[in-house]
Structures are given as structure tokens and as C-alpha cells.
């Protein structure tokens, strides 16, 4: 059971990183895709399978995500993520900030794969 919601898990990380860019892509080119009622709704849905897989997965191995390192700094990253996807997407008040937000938002899901992946709080950076 455990590998089932962890590759479920897995997907709606895909999924999430996958809509992230393609509104990116709407809204760069002004395609009212991106204003469409299907995705704004969506990205949430799939972000709260997302989190709620993540929930699970947590209480299947009982680990209190407060004494792993990697998941305090994964959930701050994951934090990062969408406080500046929504500065990308909303608050950006000018083309660069809210270019500067997507690219930082892209950084911080990366630094999230890497220390889902390597277990370790320095995400990629541990391999130095």
C-alpha cells in the first residue's frame, strides 16, 4: 500500500509542477486559458491531493515531520513555492517581479524533489 500513495504521490507532484508551467506558458503568451474557470480550480485540487497523499504517506510510516530535517525544509520550501508562484501569477506588481517569483518558485520545487529524493535538508546541495 505504501508504494501505491507514494507513486500517487509522485503524480500530483508531476501534475502540480506540470499546471504550474503550462499557466505560466497561457499567461506569458496572453492566452485566456489561463483565466479559464477549469484552471483556476484544478491546480488546487490537484495541490490538495497533493498534500493530502503527503499527509498520508507520513502517517503510514507514524513520522512526526517536526523531527526530520528534510521535511522541515521541504515544507518550507514547499511554502516558498507557492507564496511566490502567487506573486508570479497575482501580486506582481511589474513583468519582473513576477518573472523573478516564477523563477524562484521553479527553484523552490526543485529544492523540494531534491530533498524528497535525497532525505537530507540541503536538497541537491548535499552532493557538494
Known sequence: MYLIIKNIH??????TII???LRAYWKAIGSNLHQN???????HTIDAMFLATGIWLLMMLDMN???QPWLVAKFAAIFAYVGLGMVAFRFG????????AFVGALASFAFVVGAALNKNPMSWLAFG
Do not use: E, H, M, N
Not at 509522485?10 to 501534475?15: E, G, Q, R, S
Not at 506588481?93 to 523573478?100: G, N, Q
Open 10 to 15: 509522485i503524480a500530483f507532484a508531476t501534475l
Open 65 to 67: 515531520p517536526l523531527q
Open 19 to 21: 499546471g504550474f508551467l
Open 37 to 43: 474557470r477549469a484552471t483556476k480550480i484544478v491546480p
Open 93 to 100: 506588481r511589474t513583468p519582473r517581479i513576477r518573472s523573478l
